[in-house]
Structures are given as C-alpha cells and as structure tokens.
C-alpha cells in the first residue's frame, strides 16, 4: 500500500512538475505574445503621437480659451471697473479653487483688504479698519502683472496671517489708478496646476490689466471730453457777453454823443419857449386891449385861442425830449462812483416794492424771499431802486392778470437779487436786444425803451452782473449779482 | 488599468505568498473573469480594488503595507519599460516629474483615446513634494505603492500622506511626498 502510495505520490508529484512546467511555459508563450502586442501597440502609438498631443494640446486650448473668452465677454459687459474686477477675481477663484484676498491702496500702512471665498461670487471687506501690509509688500516682487508665488522671508505679515488657510499662496499686484494699487493674493490648497492652468492665468490676468487700462483711458478721456465742452460752452459764453458789452459800450458811447448834441439846442429851445409864452401873453393883452380897433377876423380869434395850447404843448414835448435826454446821459455815464456806499439789497427791494405797488397791485402779487443775512454791496442806493422799480414794473407789463412776482436775495461769493414773474416771456431775439436804448416790446408812445438800458448802465457801474432766464409763456427771471463790499 | 499591471500583482503575490493564494483570491473574486490577465489589455479598475480588499482580508495585512511591498515588486518592471525616462533621474522627486509621461503612455498604447488622468506636482522644498492626482479612476493607491517602489529603486526613504482623497469625497487625491 505505501509502496504504491509512494508510487502514487511520485507520479502525482511528477504530474505537478510537468503541469508547473507547462504552466511556465504558457506564461512564457503569453509574455512573448503580449510584448510582440505590445510591440505592435508601440509602433501604432507612435504613429498616433503626434495626433493624440495635438488633440490633447487643442482640448487644452479650448479650455483656456473658454476661460478667457468669458472673462473677456464680461469685461466688456462689466458697466463698472469693480464690477471687472469682481469677475476677474471669481472666475480665477473658481479656476483654482483658493480664496481671493484684495488690498486696495495708496499707502501700505494703510490698506483696506477685501476677501472672496471660492464659492461667493461678491467681495466682502475683511476687516472693520484699514490694515498695514508694507511687510506682506516687502515679500512680493515687484508688479509686472504676472501671478507669483509668495512666501515669507521671514516677515511677519500682520494679522492677515491668520485668514490665510493653507499658506500656499500666490500675488498679482497692478495699478487701476495713478496713485492707486492694487494687490491680489489667492489663498491656495496646492500649487499643483498644470502649465495650461498657468499661462490661462496670466494671460486672463494682463487681459484684466490692459481691459482695466482701457477703461480708465475711456473715462479719463470721457472726463477730458466733458472738460472741454465745459470750456467750450464757458468760452461762447464769455464772448457772447463780450459782443454784448462791446455792442453796450458803442451805444453808450452813440448815446453821450447825441445826448450832448441834442442838449444845447433843447437848452434854448426850452428858454427860448418860456420867453415865447411871456412874448405871447404880451401880444395878447396887447390885442385885447386893442380889440375895439381891429376888425373882426375869425382866423385871428382862433389862432389867439389856439396859441396857449400849443405853447402848452410845445413845453410838454420839450420837457419829454429833455427826459430821454437825461436818460441817454444816465445811460452812457460810468464814471460817478463818488457816491457809493454800503447797500443792503434787501432794504433797496422792499423799499422798490413800495414804490412800485401803486402800479403793479392791479395784477400781480409780490412775493418775497430775503436772506437776512445777505452781506452789504458797495452801491448808490437811488440807482439801484431805480434798477429794482423797473424790473418790478417791466414784470407786472408782463402779466396780464393773477400775476405772481418773486423778489429773492441770496449769497455766495456774491451778492445775488433776482425778480421773476410768471408772465408772457420772451423769445431770443428780445432777449438779446433787450438792453439796447430804445428797444421796447411796449405799444408806440408808452414805453421810451430806455429803462432796461439805464438799468444795465446802472448794473455795469455796480460792476454786477445781469443774467436773464426766460420761456415764452413761462415767464422771466432777471438775476443780478453783486461783489460783496 | 492596463493588464500589466494585473499581470504584475499576479506575479507579486504569487512570488510572496504562493500560487495557491493568488488562486484563492481569483476565486473569491467576483469581477475577475479569469485568473489571466493580458497585460496589453485595459481591465476597469474595480477589479484591482476587489483583488486588493481580498488580499487584505485574506492575508490580514494592511492595505498601505501591501501597496508598499507591491509598489516595491512592480516598480523594477515598470521601470525596465521605460529605461529611456528613468537614465534621467537620480532621485525619486525627479522620477515622480516625469511618471506622468511612462504611465500614460503605457495606457495610451493599449488605446489611444483612453482617459488618462493629470498628475501635476509642485516641489515645496527639497523634502516635501506635493503630488496633485486628479482622475475619475480611484487608483491614488496604487500612485501610492508605486511612489514607495520608486524610493526603494533611488534607495530613498519617503512617508506618503494622503492630504485629500477622492475616496473621502475631495476632488482629487493630494499626496505629500516627503523624503526622509
């Protein structure tokens, strides 16, 4: 029995051996199949190599070019430079996976720090106060508007430090502004990014830059434009008022010419009248006294009745040529400041007020609005009544009924009045020949046109400034100002 | 996962622990079809994971112990493929910057248009290493092995710690590397 189970056992083991070695010689037959496969996979991978890097280097691409093609499709969109940013920071937050911390500032002593976890998608301020991160600043190299990496040389950074979770960080520092920096600094879990993910960064990162640039040159150039239009609208309008002063100054000077002209003779004619109706009133005495003598004549009967009225009226008419004379002198003379003190605007308006209720009560209201505090100007206060009662009454001419006059003084660096009405308006063409002698929007025989003009002297020897503001059925604000005493 | 590598546990265990045992795994194993694997095929890698809870169970042993010794075993194989890359490097941080360009390649020959995950690491300092594996796959473990098996090749002594894990839910596996 043994002898055989030895027998059994050595043919068993022999069986094991052979199968072992068929076993072993299968393997061998699989592996030198499997590296003639291989061998066959390598030659074919070869061929393919190139392509696969191509396809991978173009899925690569796609990506990075999605990443900035929607950083750029926002800035374009982005009404605001923070809005930009706020974008930039979230798309490369949600890119890497870290926390955005921005310092924004002028002064490193000085920093206020926001912060934008990776999933908020608005920055939020860190900090109640401003920080100081001249250490943290000293640690960075200088701004080339490329991420870098960042660690401490030994600085201790302040109490930032203890917002920063995983202290694998990188920085990116630009200038939105002139004096203004900017440092961003992501708080990252690694720094294991492939190449693509880096060059996407940086090129997003000088895509904000330059957007950035390009914007503020935008508004700086819109800030620039709205200058230069301001400058233009002051440069007309300061010619305007030259032309206008020039225009003012010829008339005034026109006005003093005829004035004088017309003076002598109006000077005689007037005493050469008063001695005229003497003469008249000697010749008639003398008539009646002879009536018995001389024969009947209607003619001369009439002609002795008419004689008084007309020399009546002879006086009238040179009495109102004596008038518009005087008022072309007022007009034209600049040089009497001798009698010029200091003039509360607001006792000369209510004291004009009074004068012209007579004729403007019919029709309108006046309604006041003083500062009381309004400094005193240096004026003739007759003048400026005169000013102030014209433009009261032109106002009530303008009004046919339930007229509304506001009379308002304020300050500033000047002394301002302004009357305005609620009546007919003006258009442009009587506004600008508004203060020129005899301009009168007035019927024929009411009005001589000389009172704005007279005003407008009056004004200009105040050296003030008259300013009108009008609309056609609206109604018209007169404003003047004043350099205070 | 390419079969080679299959063909390289089959070998390992075989050698450390017997024929037998390898065939007891295979056996208890539900996803394996067979107890050959062709090593220029591409096998999912869940069976791998079931080869390798199996041999855990089986022979009572750590899974990281395992890994190492596996890691130690393959590495010389793998390495012999690609004897071109590894003439570069001295020192297992440098084999680790050119690992992704053997081990994709490999699966790449087998087919062409197959996933091959990203592994971008970022030297810390000269000790620490970290290793970013991003991959649908779960096969950190076996980067893992490998890494001890490099190490023992430049007769290094390294600690691998697994910062986060796709197995615990995290993105993608961070491995810190640091050399001893």
Redesign the interface.
Known sequence: MSIKSDDQVAKLTRHVKLLEQALLDEREA??AL?QK??DI??H??ES?KE??SALKQANNRQIQLKVLSTLAHHQAVSTSTIEMLTTFLVETSQLL?GAVFLFDYKNPERAVCYHLNATASKLERLFHGRIDITNLLDDIEEDDSHWRRLQSSGNEWGKITEHFANNYLISFSYQPLKKRKNLVIIDL??????EDVKQTLDTAAQQFVSALQKRSTEEKLARNFHQLERTVKKLKNTQKQLVHSEKMASIGQLAAGIAHEVNNPIGYVKSNLSVLSEYVEIFNKALNEAAEHIPADDELSFAQDDIGELMASCHEGIERVADIVSGLNSFSRKDDEAKFSAVNLNHVAEESIKIAWNQVKYNSEVVTDFDEDIPAIDGHKGELQQVLINLIVNASHAIEENGLITIKTWSDDKVHISVSDNGSGMDENTKNKLFEPFFTTKPEGKGTGLGLSISYAIIEKHSGDIAIESTVDEGTQFILSFPRK | MK?AIF?GYRDYVEQAHGIVTWLEIIDRSELAESS?F???DLYEDKIFVELLTITVELLDVELSELLRAFGKFLFPTLAGAASHHMDACDNVFDFLDHVENVIH?EV???D?MAYTP?L???K?DDQTL???YTSHRQVCFLAEGLIYGAANHFNEDVAVEH??CTHHGD?HC?LKVTTK
Request: glycine fraction near 2%; include cysteine.
């Open positions: 699989k592996k499997e496969l291989d996979d390598q074919k991978f393919y392509l696969i996976e879990p690694h720094y294991c990014y492939s | 079969g063909c050959s062709i090593a220029t390649i790449k020959k087998s062409p990203s971008i690491l970022d810390v970290l290793l970013k910062v986060s993105k961070l």
